[in-house]
């Protein structure tokens, strides 16, 4: 194993059902450029990521060969891998097809606003805390309800985070928490550190992130991301 390597999984494998559009909503672009090349080109121009493993539908393979990666001209991603059904299918793929790795990030292409700071501050706290995810301070107040729509309670904003991507973890040990997690028959993850959350006891740590790291997931996603865009070309080095 290569010390301190750190490698990024970008997912792009979905096929972006409720964005309702012809081309799975991860090639559609903004500002001219697929969504796909931004997450992309903020892990390529990260000094602490070493390699990129790239994951898209087995259908797509070939076009992200010649319209993104030789394209644009990146030089990090170190193989394109073709995704599962589910999101986690995606992942698991991804995690047995890197090895000699210490560090992954695993990423959802679908979030294009993912900053420089933000990688930053992941890498570096998962190699002191060796599991960790990105959330920003929930804005709304969150209820809990029951099956019949009912106020069961209300939990205090300060313990309530929505967790975002990057999340990041010590490579073996991610991977074995995902090997057990294949095993059970009706699997329902949401994310890569629930995982580690129902077949491991490893603590993760949340690191605050930032509130224009959306996922775009329908059109008016495309809207705010176009205003993003502009707002981060006015503000350089944002
Ligand atoms: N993803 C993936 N493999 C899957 C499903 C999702 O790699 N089988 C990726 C998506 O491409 C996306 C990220 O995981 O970058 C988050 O998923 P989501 O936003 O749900 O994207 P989609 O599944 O594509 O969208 P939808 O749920 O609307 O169909
Ligand atoms: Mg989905």
Known sequence: MIDNRVSAIVLA???????????????LTINEKPILYYSLMEFERNEKIDEIILVVGENDIEFCKNDIVEKYNFKKIRTIIKGGKERYNSVYNALNNIDKTKYVLIHDGARPFITQKTINDVVCAVIEHKACIVGVSSKDTIKIGDIERWVESTPSRDVLWSIQTPQAFEYNIILAAYKELIKEENIN???????LELMTKHPIKIVEGDYRNIKITTVEDLIIGEQFLKMRNLIINS
């Open 13 to 27: 494998a979905g096929k972006g059902k409720r964005m309702e559009s012809k081309v799975a909503k991860q090639y």
């Open 189 to 195: 993850v949401t994310d890569d550190s629930m995982v």
